[in-house]
């Protein structure tokens, strides 16, 4: 806080005589001189007076950039904690604040001018609660400016969240130099350096700070190694953002800060104010009992026989089914909606044989029409797709089964014909629901234009994601953007038939705890071991992905929400056919129930269903950093084994007391317990003992 205070005028004093009136003298010739001095002498002092008042006033203003636990600089600001320690720092890199044009008035501290122009900044005060202090900060050039751009200082912390990417870390990891890109949703599976189809704008720190940067900004991101910094840019230039119709096209950068007591309750403050939640949950058989898909086992060959062959195999090996996925390729052509013919043959009889055996059928949709199919020129006459930045054109665009026009969401007219396809399919076949493939943005050209104009375009993947409510309750997305009160089930990104942190085994549990941070928990962790794509898998025998890597996955998939299976346990041997049965079990009787009672919680509070470890250990720096270990709410502990040939792994316990799934005590924690022994039909569980 500062106060200013107006320098007194000064009072001059004049010799009066006895009437009061100003006594005049007369001045010799002699006296000049010592007049001249005089006067000289005054204008010194007067000189000296200005410059001090002018010092005065420059130390004033520097005392205006300090404010309730917020220290700001030309060059940036830092925020600490109640404690004095320094947990936030953010430099600006486009451009230095001039001091001299900053005041303060209530919790509003703004300048006007920075070393390039005119430019409106600011940063308030929030005092939310007694234990949460927020900073909203805006930085809008007046000026033409290409962009703006702030430096996000690791602070020696952890840091979550952001997007689903290819090779996921937790916490995350700066690795090399990035100039900022779109941040955006895009298919990592295609290009493994983009942010993935599952972001928003938030992350959050082992220091207790969060940020939320605002919808408004045309937002890029960059990193650096160097630095330890996250470089937040907006801009238009160059960048599929546009700014909203009739503004000019000046960039800003605006974002709030929260800075809480510890990460947990911090993070919960931020879900609770600033994410939608889902409005229901979705059907508690898909938590309860394993979807079975085509995909990863027929590829686009499915047929009629082959998906009749795979329900009768799952009745005979004694596995329960939520529903099973019919995937592509069921039609004809590519933006049909009804079957192939000469692949299905007898749809009717087909749908009716499912049913008898007890089965539902869910169906794979994408939103693309390619050009030879019979939908492409009714959607061209009416206008359905998106078009070419003239909006003269339908846009051509290339996706992974061929070229042709992508629906456009924002219009009405799309959305009703498409929606009407879907429920067309659910009343003529008794369809349960619908796999809503991509959706990321990365399958828009790069210019292009909408009925309704985007200023971001991963509105685009918010509106087809909003396609799948009214058939949400065992409906799948694998895109999400501003979408967490749409209550189906989010697909991580097709994974690999590997090991490792790019798309393979490792990658599961950071990236189910980190869109779990993002406000997305109904998560669904793609099929038990991986798509089987050539050259992406370690294989085994038959072409198969590795049995070991097979068998945990399959653990881990059971402590998961919903199990999914595709390549089937009977492919292996009957063994692994065993291990399949038992660990389905477990996860109906043991995982399922905790899994529905916190996805009712997630209604109220957003809470994630599956917890990093430091969610009950906000102080513990080794919890800070585990990625192989995950919490089922507060009080399940889950610890797979993730490496091959392995049949012990490192565990490490919070404090509190522990019971293993062996029945052994540890009430000594925190601790680390080296080469615990599981074999290679166990995962390592442990339940907190209140």
């Known amino acids: 806080m500062y106060q200013i205070v107006p320098a007194a005028p000064g009072e001059h004093q004049m010799t009066v005589g006895a009437d009061g009136s100003p006594l005049k003298k007369k001045l010799s010739h002699e006296g000049r001189p010592l007049m001249m001095a005089s006067m000289l002498g ?85 005092r939310t609660k007694d234990t949460v202090m927020c900073y909203r900060v805006r930085w809008e050039e007046l000026q033409d400016k290409h962009l703006v751009e702030h430096a996000m200082a690791y602070n020696n912390s952890h840091w979550y969240g952001g997007a689903e990417t290819a090779t996921q870390y937790w916490p995350l990891r700066i690795q090399g130099e990035e100039e900022p890109q779109p941040f955006v949703t895009s298919d990592v599976y295609l290009n493994r350096k ?52 009739d503004l000019p096209a000046l960039p800003e950068l605006s974002y709030r800060v929260c800075v809480g007591s510890d990460v947990t309750s911090i993070h919960k403050y931020m879900v609770r104010r600033y994410f939608e939640k889902p409005i229901k949950v979705p059907s508690p058989e898909v938590f309860k009992q394993p979807l079975w898909s085509t995909w990863a086992l027929h590829k686009t060959t ?16 004694g596995f329960t089914c939520s529903h099973l996925e019919l995937d592509d390729r069921y039609t004809a052509d590519y933006g049909e909606f009804d079957f192939d013919p000469q692949k299905f043959p007898n749809v009717t009889d087909m749908f009716e044989k499912l049913r008898e055996d007890g089965f539902q059928v869910t169906l794979w949709t994408h939103p693309f029409i390619n050009y030879d199919s019979i939908n492409f020129g009714f959607a061209v006459e009416r206008g359905l797709f998106v078009r070419e930045p003239s909006g003269e054109l339908p846009a051509l665009v290339r996706w992974w089964n061929g070229v042709g026009g992508i629906l456009d969401f924002t219009n009405p007219d799309t959305r009703e014909w498409y929606s009407s396809h879907l429920r067309m399919l659910k009343l003529r076949y008794d369809v349960t629901s619908f796999k ?25 993947t918010r509106r087809y994601t909003e396609i799948a409510i009214p058939f949400s ?15 189906c089930f989010f697909r991580i990104i097709d994974r690999d038939s590997v090991w490792g942190y790019e798309l393979g085994l490792k990658s599961i549990i950071p990236t189910v705890l980190t869109i779990g941070i993002l406000g997305y928990q109904f998560v669904l962790p793609d099929m038990i071991g991986g798509n089987a794509y050539p050259n992406r898998t370690t294989e085994g025998k038959n072409g ?52 529905l009672e916190l996805a009712g919680e997630v209604l109220k509070t957003g809470d994630p269903i599956i917890r990093p470890l430091w969610w009950i250990a906000v102080d513990d720096e080794a919890a800070f950093k585990v990625d192989s270990q995950f919490l089922i709410g507060n009080d399940l502990m889950v610890a797979p084994v993730l490496e091959p040939g392995k049949q012990e792994r490192d565990i490490y316990l ?12 540890f009430d000594k924690g925190p601790m680390y317990i080296t080469d615990y022994p599981v074999d290679l039909d166990e995962i390592a569980f442990f339940t907190w003992v209140h």
Not at 194 to 223: C, M, Q
């Open 42 to 126: 005054f204008m010194l002092v007067l000189a000296a007076t200005v410059a001090w008042c002018y010092y005065s006033a420059s130390l004033r203003k520097a005392q205006l950039v300090k404010a309730d636990l917020l220290d700001l600089n030309k060059d940036g600001f830092i925020i600490r904690n109640q404690a004095g320690a320094v947990v936030f720092s953010m430099a600006f890199r486009s451009g230095t604040l001039v001091l001299n044009s900053c005041s303060k008035e209530g919790d509003i501290l703004s300048c006007t001018q920075s070393d390039s122009g005119r430019i409106h900044f600011f940063i308030q005060t929030v």
């Open 194 to 245: 983009a942010f993935g189809g599952i972001l928003e704008r938030y992350w959050l720190s082992s220091n207790a700070t969060a940020i939320k940067i605002n919808d408004s900004v045309p937002f890029h991101l960059g990193w650096s190694e160097k630095d330890m910094t996250l470089r937040f840019q907006a801009r238009y230039q160059d960048s599929p953002f546009r700014p909203e119709q």
């Open 302 to 317: 499915v047929t009629q026989e082959k998906l009749l062959r795979y329900a009768s195999d799952i009745t005979k090996h």
């Open 436 to 460: 809503f493939d991509a959706g990321e943005i990365s399958y828009l050209p790069h210019q292009f234009s909408t009925l309704v104009p985007l200023s971001d375009p991963s509105t685009f």
């Open 473 to 487: 309750e065992r409906a799948e997305l694998r895109v999400g953007y501003q979408s967490q009160n749409i209550s």
């Open 544 to 595: 198969l992905p590795d049995r070991e890597l097979y068998i945990r996955w399959l653990e881990l998939s059971a402590f998961m929400p919903a199990m999914q299976f595709s390549i089937p346990p009977w492919s292996y041997d009957n063994e692994v056919v065993q291990i399949a049965q038992k660990f389905t079990e477990l996860h109906e009787n043991l995982v399922a129930p905790r899994v």
């Open 654 to 665: 919070p404090a509190g007391q522990w019971r293993s799934y062996k029945g052994e005590h």
